[in-house]
């Protein structure tokens, strides 16, 4: 087979020249497929391959935006989210006092500290509920916690597993499993022992 200048395809053992574009109509010739005679459409020729497409050129990646966002303690914030509201506060601000922990031993013997609703942390430092920053044996990641329970009245302690150096005692044993606390159990939490006494309970609540 061999192709025209016009990119007519044809069998040159068949015909010495493009029988597309000599056909006279007395050659005798009958194209490929049936097709009359007579002049044939000039259609380009096939180009070759000279590469890939052109890729579509997209704006550079811009970095993403590293910087947190910063929260404002009084509520607000440009994050757009605002600091958490304990469930137990009433609509005054005040959180009522639910029981009390109470040093029994070594130089803040007689200290009492205020259990609120919900979760109570306790740690060495200003961020937890209760701040033990006197002993420097608690742990500055918290130590334990102290839940009350509104719907029953019953107050549950929990350890901070894997943040202090240093156990937490339950009534002289290792606390590792949340404990219900009842009024004169004893937690030794560093240096120092305190006794739980509740407030609310089944005899009385807010």
């Known amino acids: 087979m061999k192709q025209c200048p016009r990119g007519h395809i044809y069998d040159e053992k068949r015909?010495?020249?493009?029988?597309?574009c000599n056909s006279s109509g007395n050659s005798g010739f009958q194209p490929i497929g049936g097709i009359g005679g007579g002049a044939a459409p000039d259609f380009p020729r096939t180009m070759p391959v000279t590469g890939a497409a052109e890729e579509?050129?997209?704006?550079?990646?811009?970095?993403?935006?590293t910087q947190a966002p910063v929260y404002d303690m009084g509520g607000g914030n440009s994050g757009g989210m605002s600091v958490t509201v304990a469930l137990d506060e009433t609509p005054t601000g005040i959180s009522p006092v639910r029981g009390w922990l109470v040093a029994v031993d070594g130089d803040k013997a007689g200290t009492?500290?205020?259990?609120?609703?919900?979760?109570?942390s306790i740690g060495r430092g200003q961020?937890?509920?209760?701040?033990?920053?006197?002993?420097?044996?608690?742990?500055?990641?918290?130590?334990?916690?102290?839940?009350?329970?509104?719907?029953?009245?019953?107050?549950?302690l929990s350890p901070v597993l894997g943040k202090g150096k240093n156990n937490v005692y339950y009534n002289e044993s290792m606390l590792l499993m949340p404990v219900e606390l009842n009024d004169y159990d004893k937690i030794q939490l560093g240096t120092t022992?305190?006794?739980?006494?509740s407030f609310c309970n089944e005899s009385f609540t807010y």
Do not use: W
């Open 56 to 65: 579509p050129t997209f704006p550079s990646t811009m970095p993403v935006d």
């Open 15 to 20: 015909s010495a020249e493009c029988p597309y």
């Open 127 to 156: 961020k937890f509920d209760v701040n033990l920053s006197f002993d420097k044996t608690v742990s500055s990641d918290g130590n334990a916690v102290i839940a009350y329970d509104a719907r029953n009245r019953k107050f549950f």
């Open 112 to 120: 009492a500290y205020n259990i609120h609703g919900e979760q109570n």
């Open 193 to 197: 022992t305190y006794v739980f006494r």
